[in-house]
Every structure is written in C-alpha cells, then in structure tokens.
Nanobody, 120 residues
C-alpha cells in the first residue's frame, strides 16, 4: 500500500513558476514509478509527466514539454513537479500518482489533488 500527499498548490501569474511536491509512504514505494496528472474543470484527467522508480527516463505530455520538469528526491520517497512559464491553460487540480506501469503511465495509487491557478 502506498499513500501519497501533495503539497499545496497556489495562485500564480502567467509566466510565473511553481513547484509541487508529493511525499509517499509505504514500504514498497521505492519500486513504484511516479507521475503527475491534472484535471481542469469540465475536462478529463490528463497525463502530465512520469519518472521511473530509479529517477530516470522522465517523459512529458506535449503541452508541458520544455516548461515542466519532474524529478525524484534522493530518498526516492518524494517526487517534484517544477512548473515554469505557466499559462492560464495550466490551471487545474494536479494529482500525484504511483504506478507499476510506465509507458503508458496509469496510476495505481493517487494523492488527494492540489489546485493550481494561473491568472492571465
């Protein structure tokens, strides 16, 4: 069993930056691949980024490529999403997920979600 807790999101102006973190607990966390999804109002939950259990081979949705960076902490129980050059269309609830799958990444365990709002 894996429990995931995201940090608070926030309100940021377009062009700004924000970093989300997700801390996991559970004995087998280190063997899970990690990722982020987001869900805007009235839309489906979409994949954003994923990284392997070892912290390598990150990949991203085209909509965030070059602007967002996913990474894992040294202890491997924390995953980060650094978001730069934010746009109003990045506004969504962001969810951290853990999975034994990688490509495609599908969440087996989910965080509670955190709101990110980008103002124009």
């Amino acid at each position: 069993q894996v429990q995931l807790v995201e940090s608070a999101g926030g309100l940021v102006q377009a062009g700004g930056s924000l970093r989300l973190s997700c801390t996991a607990s559970g004995r087998t966390f280190s063997s899970y691949n990690m990722g982020w999804f987001r869900q805007a109002p009235g839309k489906e939950r979409d994949f954003v980024a994923a990284i392997t259990w070892s912290g390598g081979r990150p990949y991203y949705a085209d909509s965030v490529k070059g602007r967002f960076t996913i990474s894992r902490g040294n202890a491997k129980n924390t995953v980060y999403l650094q978001m730069n050059s934010l746009k109003p269309e990045d506004t969504a609830v962001y969810y951290c997920a853990a999975s034994t799958n990688y490509r495609p990444f599908r969440g087996d365990y989910w965080g509670q979600g955190t709101q990110v709002t980008v103002s124009s």
